[in-house]
């Protein structure tokens, strides 16, 4: 299995697709926490750990690779809060600005509000390719945050051509929860998938990391805790 590290104990607990949506119902429903908080922490998580890899290099650059689900909304959050420590940071969305929805497009928000550089590469896959290669090809960290646990099939367009130049570019890459377009279930990839160096995952390790397959593309494994302890919303 991938090298992991966790806070506490979380290391021993390990969540399917479907633990993980009920984590996030119990953490809403039982604990009163909000999504957007739940939001906020993981992906706050995920830019203390990326701060930590880029190691304060003044000027660094990063590129947050956004989808339009929650994963994505993770993605918002970290790009925030990497700007905040003065780091270059652009957002490239990946599907239709009308498509994000809830706590995600609240984050968005945010971030246009802020006047973080986003772009929304758009057109047929050599189009996407190119700006995607232009924009992130020289970025000293990738964030993975197109894809998450409830991905179940291959990732359709334009997200496939942005996994694959994700894993063409050869650049750091932190994947956010899980590597985009692996299966949370089996760790098998669902066609296309990233090969991520380090992968942040949030309240406990999922469940396809324990096969060895899955290392190839998370990398590092960090548990990162969404603000309650995960085995109060297992209990």
Known sequence: MAAMDSEHHTKELVLTREAVRGCDTAAIE???????????????????YADGLLGGKPGAKVC???????????????????YNLGYRVEVLV??????????????LRIIERMELLLFYPAGQPAAVEREL?????????????????????????PIRTAIAVINRLGRPVLALDIPSGLDCDTGQPLGEA????????????????????????????TVASIGIKTELLLA
């Not at 039982?30 to 203390?48: T, W």
């Not at 947050?64 to 990497?82: E, I």
């Not at 232009?134 to 646990?149: I, K, S, W």
């Not at 991520?196 to 494994?221: D, I």
């Open 194 to 221: 990233v090969r991520a160096g380090y992968t942040v995952t949030f309240a406990a390790l999922k469940k396809g990391f324990e096969n060895p397959m899955a290392r190839e593309y998370t990398g590092k494994v």
């Open 94 to 107: 990946l599907g239709e600005r009308e498509r994000i929805r809830g706590d995600a497009l609240s984050n």
């Open 133 to 157: 290669e232009a924009r992130a090809g020289d970025g000293d960290l990738l964030v993975d945050a197109l894809l998450g646990t409830g991905t179940a099939g291959p990732a359709r367009e």
């Open 30 to 48: 039982r604990y009163a926490m909000e999504g957007i908080v739940l939001m906020e922490n993981a992906g706050g998580a995920a830019a203390r």
């Open 64 to 82: 947050v690779l956004a989808g339009t689900g929650n994963n994505g909304g993770d993605g918002f959050v970290a790009a925030r809060h990497l």
